[in-house]
């Protein structure tokens, strides 16, 4: 079927023409001189076109898209974003109550989210997803939010606390408030801007995984942080790469290591726009399914796959039982294809 040069890329473009060729072909020109980026396919040639589907066949490897061993920006962020808990700055009020403070900065940063593109993001603190904040339940949580970006933003964080800490209210550019509320319930939870158009500002980056802590702390394990999200590249509505953490096939290029026999927790949550679902697939194996873990005591789902809506979110829990790599993606085969894929390295 002959290519249209004259209309908008699409996913479905994407998927026909081949993940990789056309994220190669894409990488140099995307947001350059000639950028598809809001401009239609004719910006980018036939040469390219052709070019790609010459050779998608060398680019692909048995699971997908090679994105390479080098550890660029953005690769590193999304390697760092699967242990990095933000604990904020803790300090002992009179009264004994536990008070920490968290710096959030609004800005407009371009950010790396498959080798060679890059994406002109709404940050907090120059990462997509941004930080993820935790604490215990029962913390005085106080959130510094300086917005310097152009645009004006907020914060809405889920869970309990007084209505105008709720972040429903525009902070405009080049000013500051400060959200102070207590974290209840424990459980796994998200914050994200809440300034209309939501889908803009949302898909932009503008979010991130807030986990507070139960009070009886849960059973040790190794912990991990993940953020399911997409990125729509030619703003028609439609993602063309989706990615845990903000980058394509992350955890393919570097598995993430973990040991037979241990517990491993991953707080997942769901940030993805224009798509009305995401999902998480395990490969040869099951977990324990906490749906937000509010309840450390709750009865799990015992299953290998999950499905969450935009804003859902949940922790799961698994055991290796031997050696080896063990595959996880989305159960839409077309996230996977587009870089929703990863994998778990388990070794004795």
């Known amino acids: 079927m002959p290519i249209n040069f004259n209309r908008r890329v699409s996913r479905r473009d994407v998927l026909k023409w081949g993940a990789a060729g056309f994220i190669g072909a894409m990488s ?9 980026l809001g401009k239609p396919v004719k910006a980018m040639s036939k040469h390219d076109v052709h070019s790609a589907l010459g050779h998608q066949k060398h680019q692909m490897m048995a ?5 390479g061993k080098e550890q660029t920006d953005g690769l590193k962020a999304a390697i760092e974003a699967l242990t990095a ?12 109550r536990t008070v920490r403070e968290y710096n959030l900065i609004a800005s407009d940063t371009t950010v790396e989210i498959a080798k060679g593109i890059k ?3 709404w940050t907090f603190n120059g990462t997509i997803p941004g930080p993820t904040i935790r604490c215990t339940e029962g913390d005085i949580i106080r959130v510094k939010f300086w917005n310097g970006s152009t645009h004006p933003h907020s914060i809405h964080f889920h869970g309990i606390h007084p209505p105008k800490m709720d972040g429903v209210q525009p902070v405009p550019s ?32 503008l979010y991130g995984n807030f986990i507070v802590d139960p009070k009886k702390p849960r059973k040790p394990a190794r912990e991990l942080n993940m953020v399911m999200n997409g990125f729509d590249l030619d703003l028609d509505g439609e993602n063309e790469i989706y990615t845990v953490n903000g980058y394509a ?25 224009f798509d009305l679902i995401n999902s998480f697939h395990l490969h040869a194996n099951f977990f324990k399914y906490y749906e937000v873990g509010a309840d450390p005591d709750a009865r799990p789902v015992f299953t290998d796959t999950v499905m969450q809506c935009q804003g859902q979110r949940g922790i799961l829990e698994m055991v290796f039982p031997e050696p080896g790599q063990y595959m996880f993606h989305a159960h839409q085969s077309e996230f996977a294809e587009l870089g929703w894929m990863g994998f778990f390295e388990a070794k004795a």
């Not at 140099?28 to 598809?36: C, D, I, P, V």
Request: glycine share 12%; net charge negative; proline share 8%.
């Open 249 to 273: 096939f992350a955890y393919q290029a570097w598995p993430i290591p973990v040991k037979v026999g241990e517990l491993v927790r991953v707080y997942l949550s769901n940030l993805t726009e």
């Open 119 to 121: 994406f002109p993001g």
């Open 174 to 205: 080049g000013t500051e408030f400060i959200y102070e509320f207590e974290a209840k319930p424990a459980g796994m939870h998200v914050y994200h801007c809440h300034i209309p158009p939501l889908a803009k500002h949302i898909h932009k980056g």
């Open 85 to 96: 808990f933000d604990y904020g700055k803790a300090s002992t009020r009179a009264d004994g």
């Open 28 to 36: 140099g020109s995307l947001f350059g001189q000639g950028s598809l």
């Open 63 to 67: 699971h997908g898209y090679d994105p």
